[in-house]
């Protein structure tokens, strides 16, 4: 595995190179955007102005437009702010998008606390658990460029809605695009005694974490989830299965986040022991940098050392 | 305003379909009847044998808690048949209190939260402009949805993206005015930039002229047609803003329902 830390395009810029790209292939794609990236996606706009919305500063209606939008068979992509696009108009997903099963795209920036020092009105870390009580809805977090592509050109068009979680800054961890496959987690490092999961930029810290736990003694097997649902569970809990124990690693609350879901894998499985990095159940109250957010939470290379220790004891 | 019965086998219809259902809104429906009749017997262009033909228009009921008139009237088009009324609130039947799109033919989108059916309609008409298609929107709002935010939210949408598809028919029975008394509904669609008009509800000439008209609209606005109109209307025992919103009638009270409109 070659880790090639900070020399991905923003994710953001891909997500703007994509809209281009499969605009130009499917004149069904619209895309409408909450009054935000209008810098990047000005190549969509001036290629297919007609396709291009910057509907305004009303998300709630945006959604259902959206939907109606779907109902004629156009393939809406919506994007804003993740805490206005999702839990502002969460009804409207659930009501015009879900329950009546129109597909959509429905794509965040702002994951989590990336807008650190906007405070809480422009986080968003309870979203994971939100979407996951929809049906017809896909979850995912692309935590490079290259993913974002991938996982767009399969998802998109599928009959489904999709929400895609756009973090500020890639894991940096080169992956093979053909090893990306919507619900498949993938296998980033054979190990033996301890499993580490991550998501999104998190795959950095358990990435960064290996060779202080080799020093240590351990032996980790790494998985990269970047779709929360679906989640095929097959390696997950053959790796559990073999190692016994894991920790997960996530930018988002421990209550209904993807660890929640691997505990739920493996609620059958004896003698299974596990630890959780993740936001607890408060507001991130503190100002700051992103970095110095992921210090306090834990989410760094050492922090992932201190949890497996905390948990599991010295090798 | 001009005192009407000329839709009263589809208010008897709605009691019998509440009655045996034992659930629906009576009042909501006798609201909106006379509104959804002429659009389907006078306006709107669609085809009961294929539903989801290309070329017909869409009606869409965002105030989704008067369905049973919209059965009714699906019904009589033919739509739906008798079979399908008869499982009105039924386990295992099509209609529900709320109109569903992936059940019953004819309906557009399910609705029933108020506030959402207007601004699917908006993305209908945007859509429509953009696929260069002539087809028509008329979506009918209670004027107590109109407390809804979305509402205006789509307002202004509809107007700045120059709408002229689209048509909002504001059932004004005053309900939203029991709770905000400041409700002076033209002029709020008159700012918005809607081509407003203030009609009777319940008169079948003026509603088939202003319909009709507002489907050649050629100005770049959308439409808005204020209907004033009684909730309950047809039925004293029933008309105005009572206990009657959500009841059902006893044996009594239906026999009397029925004799006021046979």
């Known amino acids: 595995m070659t880790t090639v830390i900070g020399i991905d395009k923003p994710i953001r810029e891909q997500f703007a190179d994509t809209m281009l790209r499969v605009g130009k292939r499917d004149e069904e794609l619209v895309v409408m955007v909450g009054d935000i990236s209008h810098g990047v996606l000005s190549p969509f706009r001036e290629e297919f102005p007609e396709r291009y919305f910057n509907v305004g500063i009303l998300e709630s209606a945006m959604i259902s437009m959206a939907a109606g939008l779907s109902s004629l068979g156009f393939r809406p992509v919506v994007h804003t702010i993740a805490p206005f696009l999702l839990e502002r108009a969460f009804e409207q997903i659930k009501l015009d998008f879900c329950y009546q099963g129109l597909p959509g795209n429905l794509v965040t920036v702002g994951s989590a606390f990336d807008y650190s020092n906007l405070g809480s009105t422009h986080h968003c870390y309870g979203d994971f658990a939100m ?65 580490l999961i991550a998501t999104g930029p998190q795959l950095a810290s358990v990435v960064g974490a290996v060779d202080q736990l080799v020093a240590e003694g351990w032996d980790p097997e790494v998985l990269y989830v970047h779709s929360i649902r679906p989640m095929a569970t097959k390696l997950i809990r053959e790796s559990i299965g073999k190692t016994g124990k894991f920790v997960t690693v996530e930018e988002h609350m421990e209550a209904g986040g993807f660890g929640d879901d691997i505990l739920r894998v493996t609620r059958d499985m004896p003698n299974i022991t596990s630890a959780s990095i993740a936001i607890p159940g408060t507001f991130v109250l503190d100002y700051g940098t992103y970095d110095e957010h992921l210090e306090t939470l834990g989410m760094t290379p050492d922090g992932v050392v201190r949890k497996v220790a905390e948990t599991f004891g010295q090798r | 305003m001009q005192s009407t019965d000329w839709n009263n086998k589809l208010r008897r219809r709605i009691v019998d379909l509440v009655y045996t259902g034992q659930d629906g809104h009576i009042p909501s429906a006798f609201s909106i009847v006379d509104i959804i009749s002429t659009l389907y017997r006078n306006v709107l ?197 009572g206990p009657w919103h959500h009841k059902i009638p006893s044996e009594d009270e239906y026999k009397q329902i029925m004799k006021v409109l046979s």
């Open chain 2, 45 to 241: 262009r669609v085809d009961p044998a294929n539903p989801e033909w290309p070329e017909r228009d869409y009606f869409i009921l965002s105030k989704g808690h008067g369905c049973v008139a919209l059965y009714t009237v699906l019904a009589e088009r033919g739509f739906l048949t008798e079979d399908d009324l008869s499982t009105f609130c039924r386990k295992g039947g099509i209609l529900g209190e709320h109109p569903d799109r992936n059940k019953v033919p004819g309906v557009e989108a399910s609705t029933g939260s108020l506030g959402h059916g207007f601004p699917f309609s908006v993305g209908i008409g945007i859509g429509l402009k953009l696929k260069n298609r002539s087809n028509k929107i008329y979506t009918l709002l209670g004027d107590g949805e109109c407390h809804e935010g979305s509402v205006w939210e789509s307002a202004h949408l509809a107007a700045n993206h120059e709408l002229s598809n689209l048509t909002v028919v504001v059932d004004w029975n005053q309900s939203g005015q029991q709770l905000l008394p400041l409700d002076n509904l033209p002029e709020k669609w008159r700012s918005f930039g809607f081509e407003t008009m203030v009609i009777d509800g319940h008169s079948e000439s003026e509603l088939k002229s202003t319909l009709e008209a507002a489907r050649l609209n050629e100005t770049n606005r959308p439409t808005a047609v204020i209907a004033r109109t009684t909730k309950g209307k047809g039925v004293p025992l029933i008309e105005g803003h």
């Open chain 1, 131 to 195: 979407l996951k009580t929809l049906q017809n809805t896909d979850i995912l977090f692309a935590g490079s460029a290259s993913e974002f592509d991938v996982l767009f050109d399969q998802a998109y068009s599928n009959h489904r809605l999709s929400v895609y979680r756009l973090p500020s800054r890639s894991h940096g961890v080169e992956i093979d695009p053909r090893d990306i496959r919507i619900g498949e987690p993938i296998k980033i490092r054979e190990g033996s005694d301890i499993t």
